[in-house]
Structure formats: C-alpha cells, structure tokens
C-alpha cells in the first residue's frame, strides 16, 4: 500500500587508476594496506551476492588523503552474461536527499530561500490541514508530519499526523515537494537545478539528474524477486525488472561509481565545514549544524538535510540508504577519520536488501589501513535469528494440524509432516517459510514477555498450549481479508489478515498491525503521531473492492 573539481576531489580519473588483472578492481592513491582493504571488501561484496542472491554490485572507497578505490561483483545483465562495470549507471535512491538538500541550501547561500520560509508562502496552492507552520528545513528534515508516500495534489489536499517540528517521520512526499520549491525559486525544472547546483559542479559528469528511459543502455540491468505475492526468500529467485522514469526530488539520482567517490569526498569535506562548489564554508557550518532527534530511524540517530547521523561499531557516521524498484543503495562517511564508503546493487528494494554492512565494512576497512591496524571482522552475509531457543516449539492449531519450530545454528526451521524446511526472518519475527503450507503467508511469531504467545500462518492461530485458548474473531473484518494491488510499480501487493479484533498486512519484505483510528479508518500499531492512515471501502459480495492508503490506491485481487 510507496576548480576542475576533479582535481579538488583527489584526481579519480582514468589516467590515474590502477586496474586489477581480473578488471574487479581499480585504485588511485593509497599504499599496501589500501589495496588490502579494497581486496577484502570486493570479497565480501562477493559473498554479499552469494548468499543473497544478488545480480551484481558496485562500490567506491575513499579517504582524505587522496585514495579511491573502486570494486564490482557479479552481474550487470544476467541473460547477456554482463560484468558490473565502472561505466554502469546505478540508480541512488533517497541518497538523492542529500543532494536535493544540497541544491536547496545553494539558493539559501544566493539569498535567494531560507530554511525558516513557510510552505504556506512557498506554495500557497498546495492545501496541507494543520500544516500552516511548515517550513522548508522541516521538509528536509522529515519533521513536517506529512504522510511518507501520498500523491502531492488530492481532492481534500494533504495532512499532517503532528505538529510540524515535534516528530520525526520518513517523508518521500515533503521530498518531493522541496524539490518543487526548488524548481519555482530557481526557475529550471528540478533536475537541470539539481545538476547546475550540485552534480556539475562536484565534477560528477557522468551522473543523471533524472531516471529517463533513453539513458537505460548506461544502466545495469535492475532486478526484482520473481513473486510478489508473498514473504520473499533470499536467495529465491528473481527476474529483469521493468523500467520506471522518476524525475522527483526524493530519489532521482543514478551515477557511477567513479562520480559517487567524489561526491563520498565531498560529504568528508562538508563534515568539516566545507561547501566546496556548491556553496560558502559558513553555508556548509549551518547546513551540518542542528539535525533532528530521528528516532524512527534508529534509537539515537539524528536527521538533518538529508543526512543521518548515526553511531555505529560506537562511531559517529553520516549515512544514508536508498531503495528503488530496482536497486538498492547505501554509504556511509566517517569524519573523524576521513573516510567513506558507496555500494549499490541492481535488486529491487522487496528483496528486502540495503548493502549497509558493505558501506560501513568500507569505512572499517580503510581506517584500519590508515591506522596500521588488524582489519576488522565482517558481518555475516547470512541472516542470523537471535535466540532462536525463543522461537522452539510445537504449535497447533484449532483445526489440529501442527508443525513444530527448532534452532538450528544461527536460525530457525520448520519440521513438518517428516520434512524439515528452511525459514528466513523477514523483519523481526516474521518469517518466509519454504513449506508450500506457508510460502504464501510465511509465519509470524506473536512475543509476549519473551516468550511466544502465538504463531500466525495469515489469519491461522498456532498455539503451544492449546488450552489457553484460541483467539475469537471480529465477523466483520473478514470483509477486509485478502490481497490488495497495484499496477504502481513502487507499491507492493499486500496481504491483509484478521488477527482477533485487528489487521495484520504482510508484503514481500513488510509487515505491520493495523488498529482502529479515531475516524473510523485505521492506523499502523504504535505509532498514533504518524499522519499514516488506511481506509477499506467499495464492499460489493460481502468484501472491500479497494484500499487506500494516505491516498495511495490499491484494488483486491484473486482474493
């Protein structure tokens, strides 16, 4: 339910690159231990692709000492038996968020925009209820309470779920609305802003400003898992994914690795101070100096621009991830240290994929090398359940049919009928399960005081002790059970199941508990600040024909 900057960057140009015999790696700069950091983190982008059954994957390394280094795995084109290759266009996603926040502080440093203007002035067309007080610094740092994914003009305009600046919450749609500020102040349509003020000047040439059908040959092919319809197992089998144009400020960015290195050593400079050519160093202080408490990014980060400050391995990064509909994205920028790191893969955001552990690895890595110190060890590429013990049991259901969970190393499988199946966690405690029992609506372990209350096989109720009781029913939400679509190639089909008196919706990669709200929709579980709303309507046989989610549409289907 969606001066030459080259120079200035540390010369990343052709003449100065060194190339591996086998065309996987490429540097410029750096010594021995450089070079052995490059090689371990190509193979951990091999084993990346491995086991989770990704097509191919490009990424760049630098430090602030004048090293790049470049790696590949894996495939651009599958049929056609392509190399990822330096030249291959990657799509970046949301990390276009920095550069989207780039642009918009250029025309803040011009006096042209200030971060303190109201929406209401900016755009006085566009209708938002109990968004009087917006403004541009709390659409780019995701605390103007609009919605994440709805369509910018609707019949009753857009909303907010909390006063602007006192909660953080993802918003694609505040994205693309800054980008059509940018367009109105600058005067050139979002993209040619967007390269004029921020990617030529960088000296990143060989970047796209929008995703257009007629660049596509420059691209990796992107993939996406061949179903959709159900809980995603890596590494399951995935087909060639269709093409989609996007020319919107939330993530319309694609760019080589080689253009992505200089922008890793920009946002190092940037850390320290430095607008370099997009705008003043007292531009660039302001820019980094007060980003937003965002804990629903994680517990102690912080959002501002367009960038996530987290901690990670107890270390302050700059961060961002990006997922389209297909590739997947991430860097991360250590500035103490003076080193960062960029990978993205051609695999749509349902294989429920973001190379984090490869981006931050880089970081690890190249520190390592400038500190003449052991390298660190990698996270696993496999995905691991924490205490599985936990998840161990026999459960049943009403009906009597039964399975029984056991711990194996590092996960959980299923036993059942004399068979023993593979299990992969989904998110928490969801789980994709290979039995063709529960391929369709995987398993999803209900915790209460760490301990299992119930299994769910979609709107089936397992119990480890059945004498306590099997869950009863609300008759009328079974009128809402069953898969909703779209032909919206960012949306997902969605499972919807009724769990007692409320809602589970489950995706490939996604699942969530739906509640009553106080308008008579429904709202996700836990989150009563979200501006996040679905509406079931359209009854026709007893059943919702459609479902609406802040304003996005989808339909039932085979259900």
Not at 111 to 134: F, H, N, Q, T, W
Not at 417 to 437: L, R, T
Request: hydrophobic letters at 40%; glycine letters at 12%; aromatic letters at 8%.
């Amino acid at each position: 339910m969606q001066v030459n900057r080259r120079a200035f960057m540390g010369g990343v140009t052709a003449a100065g690159l060194v190339t591996s015999a086998q065309a996987k790696t490429r540097k410029s700069g750096g010594g021995a231990a450089q070079a052995k950091a490059l090689s371990r983190l190509e193979d951990y982008m091999d084993q990346h692709c491995a086991d989770w059954g990704l097509p191919g994957m490009t990424a760049c390394m630098v430090d602030s000492n004048g090293f790049a280094g470049f790696a590949t795995s894996g495939l651009a084109d599958i049929d056609k038996k392509i190399k990822v290759g330096p030249d291959h266009l990657f799509q970046v996603g949301s990390i276009t968020k920095m550069m989207t926040s780039l642009a918009a502080w250029s025309l803040v440093d011009e006096g042209k925009l200030s971060p303190d203007a109201r929406l209401a002035e900016l755009m006085p067309e566009l209708s938002v209820r109990g968004g009087e007080a917006i403004t541009l610094q709390h659409l780019l740092n995701h605390t103007s309470g609009l919605p994440n994914g709805a369509p910018l003009f609707m019949n009753d305009g857009l909303w907010t779920g909390s006063a602007p600046g006192t909660y953080w919450a993802y918003s694609n749609t505040g994205y693309k609305i800054a980008g059509k500020i940018i367009e109105r102040v600058d005067g050139r349509l979002f993209p040619e802003a967007l390269e004029a003020r921020v990617l030529r000047p960088l000296g990143m040439d060989q970047s796209v400003s929008a995703l257009r059908k007629v660049d596509r040959p420059r691209y990796a092919q992107g993939y996406e898992p061949a179903l959709f319809d159900r809980p995603h197992m890596r590494a399951g089998a995935i087909t060639a994914a269709p093409w989609v144009d996007y020319d919107g400020a939330s993530g319309c960015v694609a760019a080589t690795a080689g253009d992505m290195a200089i922008f890793l050593r920009f946002l190092i400079g940037l850390a320290g101070g430095k607008g370099g050519a997009v705008f003043s160093d007292e531009t660039a202080a302001r820019f980094m100096a007060d980003p937003a408490a965002a804990p629903g990014w994680s517990e102690d980060a912080r959002y501002g621009n367009g960038i996530a400050h987290i901690n990670a391995n107890d270390r302050p990064y700059l961060h961002h991830t990006g997922g389209m509909v297909s590739f997947s994205s991430s860097l991360h920028v250590d500035p103490a240290a003076g080193v960062a790191c960029f990978a993205s893969s051609n695999i749509h955001y349902a294989h429920g994929y973001r190379p984090r552990d490869v981006s931050l690895l880089g970081c690890d890595l190249l520190r390592a090398a400038q500190e003449a110190t052991v390298f660190p060890e990698a996270k696993p590429t496999k995905p691991v359940v924490e205490n599985p013990e936990q998840l161990a049991g026999r459960y049943t259901a009403e009906s009597g049919d039964s399975f029984e969970i056991v711990a194996i190393d590092g996960g959980v499988a299923l036993r059942r009928d004399g068979s023993v199946v593979s299990m992969q966690s989904v998110g928490g405690n969801y789980f994709a399960c290979a039995d063709k029992a529960f391929e369709i609506t995987g398993l999803d372990f209900e915790m209460k005081d760490d301990a299992v209350a119930r299994v769910w096989a979609g709107n089936v109720e397992y119990l480890a002790d059945p004498a306590t009781g099997y869950l009863p029913v609300d008759e009328d939400l079974k009128a809402l059970e069953g898969l909703y679509d779209s032909d919206d190639r960012w949306a997902l089909p969605s499972r919807v199941f009724a769990r007692g008196d409320t809602l589970a919706v489950k995706s490939a990669n996604y699942g969530n508990m739906l509640v009553r709200a106080d308008n008579g929709g429904w709202r996700f579980d836990g989150d009563e600040q979200s501006a996040e709303w679905v509406r079931f309507d359209n009854i026709v046989n007893g059943k919702a024909e459609r479902v609406v989610g802040s304003g996005e549409v989808s339909y039932r289907r085979f259900s």
